[in-house]
């Protein structure tokens, strides 16, 4: 059997962890087994559609490098690939099940429906539709024909036997049909049809071979097995892939922190590392490798190394995967990524010079170890193009010093620099380690006013490279001013 399995997004808000982890392993799997990747847009809920959603869709997966074999975008053999370009599909299939008694048209007013609802609720019942036009005359049903009333279509769940769904990951869910949603719409009296009827009429049309979605969707697969039943079909093999929880053990959600790729992106993540991270949400190669590209996934993914239990989503481990893959680019490379960083966050002009986009490029091995996501650039690196921002004189004077001490630090660090750009890093510590044992302090506590002074900041890339990317003028003038700032 060849693979053909899709993403049926409904584009009704931006693409999160969840929905991007079911995207990528539906791609790995169509990879994988040489099959086809389809986009689907399922944008038949027109209240909860949202433009901005579909940007974001289309940005998230070209960001990713994720690519659809057939999609809106690109056309394929099934177009179209949007459910509310086919409407008309839906309403010959919903028709079909009405003429052979599969369906019916219910004429019930939404008061009568709220009436029932409430009723429902008071007498904690289960709440559902009370099947009352399942059995209209033809008389009742001219009549209110007649009157102008639009129906609804319904589906006729069996009101005796079960259903079961094949999952290969969950085994067989086994389901009562009297527990199944009692006859749910299929076309709603606009003639738009609802999720079930879209979703199993296009699967079927599009030769859906695997449906690997999340496992939310696991309740309303039973009533997709009977409408394929009602069709005349085969269902495709199911495969609902575990849940994503935050670290309490809840669905992951935004309490836990951002749950969006834009977020990510936004923050200075890697698409290598949210790629990475994300595919060990669920799923693993062995027990030990944690490290897989794109085109590794693509060759090793397959859906007997998935796991049941739920995934736990480690913002840490994501920080761990994102520096790992920062470290992996070279400077070029990760100049490049941080230019714009810098930019949005004003630190380089719109328009650097030469001689900046240079010193950004020199930075790089500097900082490379320290970034945790690239907008760590911006804090790390501003004091190379701007003075540092006013800051107590406090700041300057280590635990173990006064001020006295501070300013005499600061004094000697000054006597040292003739000469430090020539020093490696090693003979310069070496010198300032001299100095600091003629004056009685430790290292730390001659270096940490000169780094304030320097950076504007207690934490920094490496003091030494710091002052070499600067300048030895441009350092002795911060120093100064630290200096007069301490015997104020
Ligand atoms: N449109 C549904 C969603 O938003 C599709 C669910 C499915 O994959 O069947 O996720
Ligand atoms: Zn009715």
């Not at 929905?19 to 087994?33: E, P």
């Not at 490379?368 to 004091?383: C, I, P, Q, W, Y």
């Not at 004094?411 to 070496?430: D, F, H, I, K, T």
């Not at 490496?462 to 600067?470: A, N, V």
Request: include cysteine; charged fraction near 25%; hydrophobic fraction near 40%.
């Amino acid at each position: 059997m060849s693979v053909r399995v899709r993403y049926a997004p409904s584009p009704t808000g931006l693409q999160h962890i969840g929905g991007v982890r079911s995207a990528l392993f539906n791609y790995f799997f169509a990879r994988a087994n040489r099959g086809a990747f389809v986009l689907r847009i399922e944008d038949t809920d027109q209240g909860r559609y949202s433009d901005e959603a579909l940007q974001d869709l289309y940005d998230t997966f070209a960001w990713l490098g994720v690519r659809w074999d057939e999609g809106p975008d690109c056309g394929g053999p099934f177009a179209p690939y949007v459910q509310s370009a086919r409407s008309a599909i839906y309403r010959e299939h919903a028709m079909r099940l009405l003429a052979e008694g599969k369906a019916y048209e219910c004429f019930c007013s939404e008061a009568r429906l709220d009436r029932i609802r409430r009723i429902q609720t008071a007498n904690k019942m289960a709440p559902g539709y009370d099947r009352h036009c399942r059995s209209l005359s033809a008389a009742e049903i001219a009549e209110s024909r007649a009157e102008g009333i639009k129906p609804v279509i319904r589906f006729k769940v069996p009101l005796e036997g079960g259903t079961t769904m094949h999952d290969v990951l969950l085994g067989d869910i086994e389901r009562k049909n009297e527990d199944i949603n009692p006859d749910p719409v299929l076309l709603k009296s606009d003639g738009f049809p609802t999720y079930h009827l879209a979703n199993v009429v296009d699967d079927h049309l599009m030769e859906i071979s695997h449906i690997l979605r999340a496992q939310e969707w696991v309740p309303s697969a039973p009533l997709h097995v009977l409408l394929y039943e009602s069709f005349g079909w085969t269902p495709p093999i199911y495969c609902h892939l575990p849940m994503v929880m935050g670290s309490d053990g809840q669905k992951l959600s935004k309490r836990h922190g951002s749950t969006s790729v834009r977020e990510f992106r936004d923050a200075g993540y890697l698409p290598e590392a949210v790629i990475n991270y994300v595919s060990l949400l669920g799923w693993s190669y062995d027990d030990t490798r944690e490290f897989f590209s794109t085109s590794d996934l693509e060759r090793l993914f397959t859906l007997d190394r998935l796991n049941k239990a739920p995934a736990v989503f480690d913002y840490k481990k994501l920080d761990w995967f994102n520096g790992h893959y920062i470290r992996m680019k070279s400077d070029e490379e990760l100049a490049e990524l941080v230019v714009p960083v810098l930019k949005r966050d004003g630190v380089l002009a719109e328009n650097p010079q030469a001689s900046e986009l240079a010193l950004v490029r020199e930075a790089m091995p500097l900082i490379k170890e320290r970034m945790r996501v690239l907008n760590d650039a911006s804090g790390l690196l501003r004091f190379l193009f701007a003075e540092p921002a006013e800051y107590p004189a406090e700041e300057l004077v280590p635990k173990k010093l006064d001020a006295k001490g501070a300013r005499a630090a600061l004094g000697e660090a000054a006597g040292l620099l003739e000469g430090l750009a020539s020093r490696s890093e090693e003979e310069a510590e070496r010198l300032f380690r001299g100095k600091a044992d003629e004056m009685g302090v430790k290292l730390g506590d001659l270096l940490m006013p000169v780094r304030v002074a320097v950076t504007g900041s207690r934490v920094s890339p490496p003091l030494f490279g710091s002052i070499r990317l600067l300048g030895i003028e441009k350092t002795r003038s911060r120093i100064e001013r630290a200096m007069s700032l301490l015997s104020k």
